[in-house]
């Protein structure tokens, strides 16, 4: 019998699993794997490939704007394009997905306006697109929350009838995200149980980036996260998230698999966070600059790029087109930034219930009387 005497690394848990999916080598080699294919041709790869150029530039337009003011805070991607445009384009359009705080790539996929993300972070806003018109709903703050709202609706998916009935136009599936960090949190242990319990068609899909903020993968778990889910019932993958071909093929097929009827899986995607948690964050205070440096040569960007020259599917001329939509799309999130209207003060009351209480109104009557002491400049009004 041989016990573990130590923790895993996790670079030793991605070079040495088994499982680790991977169909686009860093270098943009095309490779196989036993269990799980790449069924896309390569006018899709071009469509993941723009799709995590633009992604990128959101979110160097959005730190830049943090930086200079425009938005209170901003959770950066960068790195973790693949890890989120891959899965997105491997859902159907019927499937819902519950994001944290940074599925930025997710949420461009799934249709919703940037602007909208901008007006989130700005603070003029709770987000502000339907979940329903894009079967994605609002970014969630409660770290963990979220595992158990996708699994509630999950098993709702399942008594409404629209699971294992074979028909690809109606069977629905629910998708979790939530990271390495959140995996600690009792609230997505507890969605474990319950998917698990009443076989629900939903995938848990966790961005491992190997930060918690400032505390690393190493102290969070002392096996590679996806070793979790056999304990609970149901099977666990990890794929290479820097692979868009890979994060599209895994999820394909974890999202196929809960439609079916056959229940909840859990998909690792191994990854990292190549900029700061949040623009409050400097990552330089505890991770080394070699890790990043490795990282780097990992891009997701670049791989696909390098396979697409490759196979003479781009050029010089398709790449340069490419950047001026990039740049224009930059330019149009910092002109709406700037136009985002401040919300009137007394719309919070509007929406907290479907219909307003003695008790809300109450509040309501107060703190107009509390906006009334102040002129319109702001200056409070002497009594």
């Not at 901008?118 to 994605?136: K, Q, T």
Request: glycine content about 10%; some cysteine.
């Amino acid at each position: 019998m041989t016990i573990l005497t130590g923790a895993p690394t996790a670079h030793e848990s991605a070079e040495c699993e088994p499982d680790y999916v991977q169909l686009l080598t860093p270098e943009g080699a095309r490779t196989e794997h036993p269990d799980y294919a790449f069924d896309g041709d390569d006018d899709l790869v071009r469509t993941l490939h723009r799709d995590m150029v633009l992604v990128r530039r959101i979110d160097t337009e959005a730190t830049a704007l943090q930086r200079h003011g425009e938005l209170g805070i901003w959770a950066q991607l960068l790195g973790q394009e693949a890890a989120q445009v891959g899965a997105a384009h491997g859902l159907r359009r019927q499937d819902f997905v519950f994001p944290t705080y940074r599925e930025h790539g997710m949420a461009w996929v799934r249709g919703i306006d940037p602007g909208k993300l901008l007006g989130l972070f700005r603070g003029v806003d709770h987000g502000g697109w339907d979940p329903a018109e894009h079967d994605f709903g609002l970014y969630t703050i409660v770290i963990g929350a979220q595992t158990l709202h996708a699994t509630g609706y999950a098993m709702a998916q399942a008594a409404d009838g629209l699971v294992g009935s074979g028909d690809v136009t109606r069977d629905a599936c629910t998708v979790a995200h939530f990271g390495d960090g959140a995996s600690s949190q009792g609230d997505v242990l507890e969605s474990f149980v319950f998917a698990a319990t009443y076989d629900a068609p939903v995938v848990f899909y966790c961005q491992n980036n190997q930060w918690a903020i400032s505390s690393p993968i190493e102290r969070q778990s002392r096996t590679p996260l996806h070793w979790r889910a056999p304990a609970f019932g149901f099977p666990g993958v990890r794929v290479d998230g820097n692979d868009a071909l890979a994060t599209y093929a895994v999820m394909r097929a974890a999202t196929d698999r809960a439609r079916s009827g056959e229940g909840p899986m859990f998909v690792e995607a191994y990854t990292y966070r190549m900029g700061a948690h949040t623009t409050t964050d400097d990552p330089t205070r505890y991770r080394a600059g070699a890790d990043v440096d490795a990282w780097r040569r990992k891009d997701p960007i670049a791989r696909t790029e390098a396979y697409l020259r490759s196979v003479d599917a781009i050029d010089d001329a398709w790449v340069a087109g490419l950047e001026q939509e990039a740049a224009d799309l930059g330019a149009d999130l910092r002109r709406r930034c700037r136009e985002l209207p401040d919300p009137e003060p007394l719309a919070l009351f509007d929406h907290v219930y479907a219909e307003s209480t003695p008790e809300i109104e109450e509040q309501r009557e107060g703190y107009a009387a509390y906006l009334a002491q102040f002129d319109t400049t702001g200056t409070e009004v002497a009594r």
